[in-house]
């Protein structure tokens, strides 16, 4: 087993769809540490005057409106029949900081909310929800928009994975190879650990490698921020969980290549998957919690909150909630685990009984 | 490698398979009984979709059997194929390598899969004559060249069984030569080559025995000199007064026919018995030729007659 695991592991490599594939990725990284480079740069001085040119305006406006404006706020304030009711009229005035364009930094400061643990609607709610929408990766700046690239890499380990077997299939030398070793398990599961070898060091190299591009563009212009505790940590379990994602991916791309025969075909499967995910999403209600982007950003983030209405009829109508669900990571693991596992066994007997021509 | 000739290379029994597909059913195989005896070139004839490919496939373990046994070197397949995959190096239809990889980096990988030493590659190219082109795409390869590499490619076992399935596809005469000497030549090393192919003078002239199948099934086997035999030889006279001639043959009992203004007698293996019979009747021979059949005119006979009893089952 280990001998022929290593000789996929030397086929993987010498793919040419590995190296254009590594090379798109170069290419990414680039982008992406172009695109960090953008973002870094603190506002212009002229930009900083547009803000408070703009901002005096306002200022000089509401210095004669201002207080009819806070009156009718209250007045319409007392008018609702909700006794808790805030119209926020003591928030009305214009602030500099509002016209400032921001500053993004590197490391995103923390969002004030999520000290307080109050919600903007006033309502109580879960902390666990909370801290899912206040991690990290939620927040503004360099270090946030990294995970976005998590699909692409993922993405990309899939198309490799794909065509490693499909080329196999297409080319008919899948035959020869098996009038060499022709026990199926066998060549079926180094097939598959060369495939989740590989995606591991490709998702965590190309991650590393965007990381280190965003810190340097943020680092060139000094706008780095302070690091918050545990970040280090932070960023590791990130990455560890995305080499994970990235082998269960590139198993799931074993498995439909083998199944569909196709690199088209289990491309377009996928893709369609996916696509069908987003553009039903919002009407899925409750299902959410099945979907495998869901699960798979439970996963990578430490829990996702997906949202549904909760509507009750009253007397002006239907009056809706809109309520927060949490998916924890463990069952965004679990989900990747079970999808990957289903597929890969199906795959394997599928394979393991069906006739090469 | 010294062979237990008392053991054939390989042994197949009530060998069945039945494609299925969105259409319906083909059959591929119809219970065969192979026996290809250990050492030699053994023929394996029969003409498009008898089913030679679909046996060697089964064989191989590419594909299921749906009933029957079969045996390389006694050891059952594909029950226990590991055992003796690494005795059997076979080309099923056209050779068949990763395109973009090149031809040396195709072998080496099918070298570590069986550990090989890597020098075993070089060896091997090098007897095919493939060094110099060892480094290129195997997509760039002509014809000939790809099936020189798959010939390595079996080499590289160094196998006691080598399965050629229609290895000579799309080759020029001097290819073919080339390939007949390989076999010839492997076979004289001891080996077992078994050779499919529906080009029947390519395999008269290489093979010591021979399997005819049609429709899946078996209809002859043997040695080659004895499958020409069992035809019987004719015997070609010709004679001044042919119409004379032909009535003291028919009388005599000699099975005769007219052919190009000389007369045939089928199922004779004596030419003397003709011209005696002839000559008590005071005609005399002008010319007298003993002609064979060819493995040609066996194959064509019996595959014919196997059609037209098809033909005769399908009308019943
Ligand atoms: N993968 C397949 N699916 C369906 N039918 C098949 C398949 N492979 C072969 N067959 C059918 O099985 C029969 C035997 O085919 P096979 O390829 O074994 O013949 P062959 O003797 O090798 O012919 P040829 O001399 O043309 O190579 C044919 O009728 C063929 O159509
Ligand atoms: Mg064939």
């Given amino acids: ?357 | 490698m010294p062979l237990d000739d008392d053991v054939p290379a390989i042994e197949t029994a009530g060998l069945r398979k039945v494609y299925r597909t969105r259409r319906g059913r083909t059959v591929g195989v119809e219970n065969l009984d192979l026996v290809v005896p250990a050492g030699g070139v053994h023929g394996f004839l029969g003409p498009n979709g008898s089913g030679k490919t679909t046996t060697i496939r089964m064989l191989l373990g590419l594909v299921r059997a749906d009933a029957g046994t079969m045996r390389i070197f006694g050891t059952p397949v594909p029950e226990r194929l590991d055992e003796v995959v690494g005795r059997v190096g076979a080309i099923v239809e056209s050779p068949k390598f990763f395109p973009a990889f090149s031809g040396r980096r195709n072998l080496d990988l099918l070298a570590q899969a069986i550990d090989a030493p890597s020098t075993r590659v070089g060896e091997v190219l090098e007897h095919v004559g493939l060094t110099d082109r060892a480094r290129d795409r195997y997509r760039t390869y002509s014809l000939g060249m790809k099936q020189r590499l798959a010939v390595a490619a079996t080499l590289l076992k160094d196998p006691d069984l080598l399965i050629f399935d229609e290895p000579t596809n799309g080759l020029d005469p001097a290819g073919i030569r080339e390939i007949r000497e390989t076999m010839r030549s492997l076979a004289d090393q001891g080996r077992t080559v078994l050779v499919s192919s529906h080009i029947l003078a390519e395999v008269e002239q290489v093979a010591d025995t021979v399997s005819i199948v049609a429709r899946g099934r078996l209809l002859a086997s043997g040695r080659v000199a004895d499958i020409v035999g069992a035809g019987g030889a004719s015997v070609r006279v010709r004679v001044g007064d042919a119409e004379a001639a032909r009535k003291v043959l028919d009388a005599a009992g000699f099975a005769v026919r007219a052919d190009h203004g000389s007369l045939v007698v089928d199922g004779v293996a004596d030419p003397a018995v003709v011209s005696r019979a002839l000559g008590v009747q005071g005609l005399w021979v002008s010319e007298l030729v003993q002609e064979h059949q060819g493995l040609e005119q066996v194959f064509l006979g019996l595959t014919e007659g196997e059609s037209a009893r098809a033909t005769a089952g399908a009308a019943a």
């Avoid at chain 1, 560890?240 to 083998?258: E, Q």
């Avoid at chain 1, 039903?280 to 430490?302: E, I, K, P, T, Y």
């Fill in chain 1, 1 to 357: 087993m280990s001998r022929l695991l290593r000789v996929e592991l030397r086929r993987y490599r010498a793919r040419r769809v590995a190296l254009w594939v590594g090379i798109g990725l170069v290419g990414v990284v680039v982008l992406s540490t172009v695109v960090a480079g953008f973002d870094a740069r603190p506002p212009s001085a002229a930009a900083i005057r547009q803000a408070r040119v703009s901002y005096q305006q306002q200022a000089a406006q509401w210095a004669t409106d201002g207080d009819q404006i806070v009156s009718d706020c209250l007045a319409s304030q007392q008018a609702d029949p909700n006794p808790d009711a805030d119209h926020g009229c003591d928030q009305l005035a214009p602030t500099l900081d509002q016209f400032l364009p921001a500053v993004q930094h590197f490391f995103p400061p923390a969002d004030p909310s999520s000290v307080t643990g109050a919600s903007a609607d006033g309502g109580s709610v879960d902390p666990a929800i909370r801290q899912v929408d206040t991690s990290m990766w939620r927040r503004f700046g360099g270090l946030a928009a990294l995970d976005d690239l998590a699909p692409v890499f993922l993405f990309a380990v899939f198309l490799v994975a794909v065509s490693f077997v499909t080329a196999e299939l297409a080319s008919g030398a899948i035959g020869l190879w098996l009038t060499f070793v022709p026990g199926r398990t066998r060549v079926f599961w180094s097939k598959a650990g060369a495939a989740a070898t590989w995606a591991v060091p490709l998702v965590v190299v190309a991650f590393a490698l965007a990381a280190a591009g965003s810190y340097a563009a943020y680092a060139v212009v000094g706008t780095v921020g302070s690091a918050p505790d545990g970040v280090v940590g932070d960023i590791a379990a990130f990455t560890g969980r995305l080499a994970v994602a990235g082998a269960a991916v590139a198993l799931a791309g074993v498995a439909l290549g083998m199944l569909l025969r196709h690199a088209a075909a289990a491309i377009g499967v996928a893709a369609a998957w996916l696509g069908a995910e987003t553009i039903f999403r919002w009407g899925m209600g409750d299902l959410q919690r099945w979907l495998f982007s869901v699960n798979l950003s439970a996963w990578l983030h430490g829990g996702e909150v997906y949202t549904t209405d909760r509507c009750v009829p009253s007397d002006t109508g239907m009056s809706c909630t809109t309520v927060e669900h949490l998916v924890t990571p463990v069952q965004g693991g679990l989900f990747l685990l079970g999808v990957t596992a289903v597929l890969s066994l199906a795959a394997y007997l599928v394979f393991r009984r069906r006739d090469v021509a």
